[in-house]
């Protein structure tokens, strides 16, 4: 069986990472092999996405490397799909794996479901009911063209329950829709020991339970002034009573060095960006953590750290109704408030699986092939 995976960012890498394990596992053990060929549209580029991450994170190099980013959405997924088509008719997959909501994932299965080919949606149902996100786009039309939808939740089933699936598949298959977990959270299992025993918080000058962790990249808040003075600052209040450590995109640290607030980064400890092992590391001994990354408000809840989510909506239900993350937006107010009357729930009930998903994942398509 041969398996084209699309990927275009850093956390797809990270999460197709635990697939690829899988697919390693079965053919160590079984004669019949699976041959994954890894495209990477190149969509966002990643300093960190150097050969170090990919021997830190055993995870295989890509086959095709398409350099796809840096343009418009339209152009950018007109020229990734004309590249994947390209490459489908070329190698002639079994199965077309995509993962999220990018573009990248977008235009595989697009161009996948044109040629007939199955296509697997990794992280399907899941649904921020804001269409001024392209990421919503993105996730509604691949979850419409594809044949198996790959759910981490129950409420991500529920989703496409009420929208009507499944529909027919391009093959004129029914759509098979299967809650399967999520396979972030094969990862976080997986790299969190290695993460723990490798990195030391002394490198930042940080103890146990006695900082905070802050992200800040999505484009509704690093190119809103408005919106990111306002979390700044509402930072720049947390920091003295908890030390506050800021990995910085370099994009986002120069929006803020040209701002009439750029000062206020004197007053946070500004790194710049991590790898995902430090990523871990720091995150699983943080007292809080505040994000506008969908990932992170993920990772947060599976190492028992509560979150303050900077977004005016969350995919990621699960984790606000059982008390462990708060939204927020990027009101100085509403961020101090949820920092200062923050409590731990006494619960933490498990909603995506067993750490299992990549295998189950895997099974499934051995089945149908």
């Not at 808040?221 to 408005?226: C, E, I």
């Not at 947390?238 to 120069?254: A, D, V």
């Not at 909506?313 to 920092?339: K, M, Y």
């Amino acid at each position: 069986m041969k398996i084209i995976t699309i990927l275009g960012a850093r956390p797809q890498f990270i999460k197709a990472a635990a697939v690829s394990r899988a697919i390693r596992e079965h053919n160590a053990k079984n004669s019949y092999s699976i041959k994954e060929i890894i495209v990477h549209t190149g969509q966002h580029y990643d300093a960190n996405m150097s050969d170090v991450f990919f021997e830190e994170m055993d995870i295989p190099r890509p086959d095709y490397r398409l350099e796809c980013g840096g343009l418009g959405h339209g152009t950018m997924t007109g020229r990734m799909l004309e590249k994947i088509e390209d490459i489908l008719h070329v190698e002639k997959p079994d199965w077309v794996l995509v993962y999220g909501d990018t573009n990248s994932t977008l235009a595989g299965a697009l161009a996948a479901s044109k040629m007939h080919i199955p296509v697997a949606h990794v992280e399907a149902g899941l649904r921020s009911f804001n269409m001024a996100m392209p990421e919503e786009i993105n996730r509604i039309l691949t979850d419409r063209v594809s044949n198996y939808l790959f759910c981490p939740t129950d409420t991500a089933v529920k989703n496409l329950r009420t929208e009507g699936f499944p529909f027919d598949s391009s093959s004129g298959d029914e759509q098979k829709i299967l809650n399967v977990g999520d396979v972030m959270y094969d990862a976080t299992l997986f790299y969190q020991k290695k993460a723990k025993e490798t990195v030391s918080l002394e490198k930042w000058g940080l103890v146990e339970n006695g900082y905070a962790l802050c992200t800040i990249h999505r484009a509704e808040n690093t190119d809103d002034p408005n919106r990111l003075q306002s979390i700044i600052k509402a930072l720049t209040t947390i920091n003295k009573s908890l030390p506050i450590i800021l990995p910085l995109h370099p994009r986002t640290k120069k929006i803020i060095s040209e701002s009439s607030f750029a000062n206020l980064l004197t007053f946070l400890n500004v790194i710049d960006p991590i790898s995902y092992i430090e990523t871990q590391r720091l995150e699983m001994s943080a007292k809080v953590i505040l994000t506008d990354s969908g990932g992170m408000q993920k990772e947060a809840f599976f190492h028992k750290v509560p979150c303050i989510t900077l977004r005016d909506e969350t995919e990621w239900v699960e984790t606000l109704e059982s008390g462990w993350n708060r939204v927020t937006g990027a009101s100085e107010n509403n961020i101090l408030d949820s920092f200062e009357n923050y409590s731990i729930p006494k619960k933490h009930l498990n909603f995506y699986g067993d750490g299992q998903s990549a295998s189950k994942i895997l099974q499934t398509l051995l089945n149908e092939y």
